[in-house]
């Protein structure tokens, strides 16, 4: 039996080159508003909001997050920035309340994100199921278009 370890070897070269200064990465930055699930697709081909065409072509299970630099083209660095999604702002009345709907929400596999501009809010991604249960439990919520910074409802490994 041929053993394979040792062999790992990276697919895609590494970019190691070091960010701009803050300058002027001010002056030259396109900022690509993203969703949840759109930063998992780390493999496919992105228009930015000025028209040019991203390659990205990042490593298998690399998620990015808002500040990630996708690329820099022409001088001009490309970031990720939450996009607005439907989500369910939940702002439960006590702290036991927060507890049972973190719970519930968690049985569904999906994330309640604390909403860092407001104290006692929490997001979760909207769906007709979510609401149901938000519902059933009677806890105060609004659906909006808000930016979500957790993980897609699909997403629930580890």
């Given amino acids: 039996m041929t053993r394979l370890t040792g062999l790992r ?4 070269p590494q970019d190691t080159r070091p960010l ?11 900022r690509v508003p993203m969703t949840a699930v759109d930063r998992r697709r780390v493999r496919r081909r992105l228009n930015a909001p000025d028209g040019t065409e991203l390659q990205l072509a990042f ?11 996708l690329g820099e083209v022409d001088g001009v660095t490309y970031l990720v920035e939450a996009a607005a999604e439907d989500v369910a702002t939940v702002r ?4 036991p309340e927060a507890v049972a709907v973190a719970h519930a929400v968690g049985n569904l596999h999906r994330d309640f994100v604390a909403c860092q501009d407001e104290e006692s809010t929490f997001l979760v991604l909207w769906d007709a199921p979510m609401e149901l249960l938000l519902s059933r439990l009677g806890v105060p919520f609004v659906r909006e278009q808000r930016p979500f910074h957790g993980r897609p409802s699909w997403e629930h490994e580890g």
């Fill in 9 to 12: 070897r990276a697919v895609l």
């Fill in 20 to 30: 701009p200064e803050p300058e002027t990465l001010l002056e030259q930055t396109v």
């Fill in 59 to 69: 490593p298998t299970g690399t998620v990015l997050t808002p500040g990630s630099v």
């Fill in 92 to 95: 439960p009345n006590s702290l």
